[in-house]
C-alpha cells in the first residue's frame, strides 16, 4: 500500500516522492531481550503482519513517499528501528508513519532507542501494551524527561505501580508535566503518607490530574485543609479524594457538614472516616437529602446529622423509591417524629434494604407469630429484625416454638427484650442448653428474663454461675446473677470468700 495513501495531504512534515526499496529486517540487538516468538502481533497494533514486507503494487509501482527528514536517516538506522519497532508489534508501514510524523525517532540512536524499550518493559509493560503506548504516544521514546520518571518508578516505588495506572500517566500527560512527578509523590511523603503506603494511594487517584498538573502549593493546600477531619488518615482510606477539586467541591462539601453540625469538627471528621464516600456527593444532593428529611419526617438540622452520624450511607438512598415509603410505613405504625428518629437511630439500615427481599419476608413473619400490623410494636420488632438475616430469624422462631413455647411467648418476650429476633439462632441454643442441663432451671424463666439470651456464654453467664453456686448453690436468681455490674459482682465475691 503506498504510504501516501494515509498521509494527509496537508500533513506538516514535507514530503518528497523518492524511489525506495524496502531493507531487509534486520535482527533486534542482542542487549534488547524481546522474543518475537513470545509475541503474537494483533489487528489493532499492526497495519500488516509482522515480518512481511509489503510489495509494491502495479498501480503504485516502486515509487515510495517518504519524508524529506526521514531521508537523512541512514539505511541501517531506518532497518534497526523497522525491526525494533516489529518486535511489539508495529507494522512496516505504520512504523514509517510514526517517523514520518515524529522527526526525532529517526534522529534518536538505535542503542538510545534499545535502552528506553528496556526501561519501559522492566516497568512491567507487555509487548502488545508498549506497541498501544508508543502509537498513542511515541514521543514517550524521545522526550528528555522521561528517562528520571522511569527510573524513579523503577527504583523508588520499585515497579509497584499498577500497570494500567503507569500506562495513563505516560499515555494521557504532557511531557513537560511528567518532570515534577517524582518530585510530588516525595512531597506526600513528607507531608506525612508513610512510605510503605505511598504506592497505594498513587494506584487509586488520578495520577495526572493530582499529581502532574497541579502544583506543590495546590496539593499543600488539600491536605493542610484536611487536616482537622481527619488529614492523612482520610486519605489512605480514600484517596481518590484527592481527585476532588478544593475549592470548588471539597471546601463546601464539608463546610455544608460543619454547618448541619453546628461547627463540630470532630464530629465532621469521625463522619468523613466512617465514610469518606460522602465527599463524592455535591452539595445540592445532600441538600435535597436534609430538606426532604426536615419537610417530610420533621427532623430539624441536630437530628439530622445525628442521623448522618450513625448512617452516612443515608445520602445514597434514594428518597422517592426507599426513604419516603419507609418513613411513611412508621407513620403508619403510629410514630411520631422524635419515635421516628429514635428507630432510625437504632436501625437506620431499615432505610436502604430491601423491601420486597428483606423487610416484606419479616414483616410476613412477625405478624404469623401474632404482631398487629401496622402497630408500634411491630415496628419495634421489625427495628430489631434489620438487624439479621431472613434464614436466622425463622430459625430463632422455630427454636423457641420446638423448646415449648408459644407464639404469643415469643412475642411477649420480643416485646421485653426485642433483640432476641436479631440473635444466632445456633447460640440461642447453646444458651438454652445450659440454662436447662448445667443450671438446672426451667425454660420458662425466659418469659420473665429474655434478656438472660442476650449476655455471651462463656465469659458472663458460666463464669458467674461456677462462682456463684459453690455459695448458694443453684437456687439464684438469673436475673440478679447477670445483671449486676462486675465491679458489685467482684465486690460481693470478695465478702463471701473465706
Known amino acids: 500500500m503506498v504510504l501516501a495513501l494515509a498521509l ?42 509482522q515480518h512481511i514486507i509489503p510489495q509494491p503494487s502495479h498501480k503504485a509501482s516502486i515509487h515510495r513517499r517518504r519524508c524529506s527528514n526521514s531521508l537523512a536517516t541512514s539505511d541501517a538506522q531506518f532497518a534497526s ?23 526525532d525517532l529517526a534522529s534518536v ?12 518493559r522492566s516497568l512491567g509493560f507487555d509487548p502488545l501494551t508498549l506497541c498501544k503506548l508508543v502509537t498513542k504516544r511515541p514521543t514517550i521514546l524521545t522526550a528528555n524527561e522521561i528517562d528520571p520518571l522511569l527510573t524513579f518508578l523503577r527504583d523508588n516505588l520499585q515497579g509497584k505501580l499498577e500497570k494500567q495506572q503507569l500506562n495513563r500517566l505516560l499515555s494521557s500527560t504532557e511531557q513537560e508535566f511528567l518532570e515534577s512527578f517524582p518530585q510530588k509523590v516525595q512531597f506526600l511523603v513528607d507531608r506525612g503518607i508513610p512510605v510503605d503506603q505511598v504506592v497505594h494511594v498513587l494506584n487509586k487517584v488520578n495520577l495526572s490530574k493530582v499529581l502532574c498538573r497541579r502544583s506543590l502549593e495546590e496539593i499543600d493546600r488539600t491536605i493542610s485543609f484536611l487536616e482537622p477531619f481527619g488529614g ?30 453546628d461547627g463540630d469538627e470532630d464530629s465532621v471528621g469521625k463522619v468523613l472516616l466512617r465514610f469518606p464516600i460522602f465527599l463524592n456527593y455535591s452539595v445540592a444532593h ?46 403508619e405504625c403510629g410514630l411520631d417524629s422524635d419515635e421516628i428518629f429514635k428507630f432510625l437511630i437504632k436501625g437506620p439500615t ?17 405478624v404469623k407469630i401474632g404482631y398487629r400490623y401496622r402497630s408500634k410494636d411491630l415496628a419495634m420488632a421489625i427495628r430489631s429484625a434489620t438487624r439479621t438475616n431472613c434464614g436466622n430469624m425463622q430459625k430463632v422462631i422455630s427454636l423457641f416454638l420446638n423448646y415449648g413455647f408459644s407464639c404469643e411467648d415469643i412475642v411477649a418476650m420480643s416485646k421485653k427484650q426485642p433483640q432476641i429476633l ?29 434478656a438472660f439470651l442476650g449476655y455471651k456464654l462463656d465469659d458472663r453467664i458460666k463464669h458467674r454461675f461456677e462462682v456463684k453456686k459453690l455459695v448458694r448453690g443453684r437456687g439464684m436468681s438469673i436475673n440478679k446473677l447477670l445483671t449486676v ?10 465478702k463471701v470468700m473465706p
Open 8 to 49: 494527509s495531504a496537508n500533513r506538516s512534515c514535507l514530503c518528497s516522492s523518492t524511489t525506495f526499496h524496502p531493507h531487509p529486517l534486520l535482527n533486534p540487538s542482542p542487549s534488547l531481550h524481546f522474543s518475537p516468538s513470545t509475541f503474537h502481533p494483533q489487528p489493532l497494533c499492526s497495519l500488516i503482519k
Open 109 to 120: 540512536p538505535i542503542d538510545s532507542l534499545h535502552v528506553r524499550f528496556l526501561s519501559l
Open 422 to 450: 436479631q440473635y444466632n439462632h445456633t447460640s440461642l441454643e447453646k444458651k438454652m442448653e445450659y440454662l436447662i442441663e448445667e443450671m438446672g432451671r426451667d425454660i420458662e424463666e425466659l418469659l420473665l428474663f429474655p
Open 286 to 331: 445532600v441538600e435535597e437529602h436534609v430538606g426532604f428529611l426536615s419537610s417530610f419526617a420533621e427532623f430539624d438540622y441536630k437530628q439530622i446529622f445525628r442521623i448522618i452520624q450513625v448512617y452516612p450511607a443515608i445520602v445514597t438512598t434514594s428518597r422517592e423509591r426507599k426513604l419516603r415509603p419507609r418513613i411513611q410505613f412508621l407513620k
Open 81 to 103: 528501528i523497522i525491526a525494533l519497532f516489529q518486535d511489539i508489534g508495529i507494522g512496516f508501514e505504520e512504523t514509517q508513519v510514526l517517523l514520518c510524523n515524529n522527526h
Open 232 to 261: 492523612i488518615a482520610l486519605i489512605l482510606k480514600r484517596p481518590q479524594i484527592l481527585n476532588h477539586d478544593l475549592d470548588t467541591q471539597i471546601v463546601p462539601r464539608v463546610k455544608f457538614l460543619m454547618e448541619l453540625s
Open 350 to 366: 431499615f432505610l436502604s434494604i430491601s423491601f420486597n427481599e428483606n423487610i416484606a419476608y419479616k414483616l410476613v413473619l412477625l
Open 485 to 494: 455490674s462486675e465491679e458489685t459482682f467482684a465486690g460481693k465475691r470478695k
